[in-house]
């Protein structure tokens, strides 16, 4: 009998390709590993967001370069139709849409998207290191300083 389960996991990328643990000290005064984008990888398809939500095959060929880690989050018995049937539906939330209108680089980001999607599918979320980065950096002043120049958001 074949296994209807299909393995669950997160791709993590730096957007700083490495200049986070060598910038950060300076302009925030404290040291990032890195500035994390997430994705979910499900049967051989990378759910994202970028100017709204992303389904990429084959995983790993974004634009964002290779994952710099690769997070197993368990199996779900959760198909592509009832997939799609949530994600069109987090289309819809006005209180969650993710669109690039409503994209908020500290409340709204991809990491929240993929936080989202893993607890649908596995009952799991995102590392706090990559969750709460957002609120890490606003916790300092040149972080303050980054969200006003930034208006907030907006950094695809």
Request: overall charge negative.
């Amino acid at each position: 009998m074949e296994d209807p389960s299909f393995d669950v996991e997160v791709y993590v990328y730096d957007l700083s390709h490495g200049l986070a643990p060598v910038l950060s000290p300076q302009i925030l005064g404290i040291r990032l590993d890195a500035i994390y984008h997430t994705s979910t990888v499900i049967n051989g398809k990378e759910y994202y967001i970028d100017q709204g939500i992303k389904v990429n095959t084959p995983p790993g060929s974004t634009k964002y370069g290779r994952p710099i880690e690769v997070i197993k989050m368990g199996k779900t018995f959760v198909d592509e139709n009832i997939l799609q049937d949530y994600i069109n539906e987090l289309m819809e939330r006005t209180d969650l849409k993710f669109t690039a209108a409503k994209y908020d680089l500290f409340d709204n980001n991809c990491n929240h998207f993929t936080d989202l999607l893993t607890d649908f599918l596995v009952g799991k979320n995102l590392d706090d290191r990559i969750l709460k980065l957002p609120e890490q950096v606003l916790n300092t002043p040149g972080g303050q300083m980054l969200k006003q120049m930034l208006g907030g958001n907006q950094l695809y």
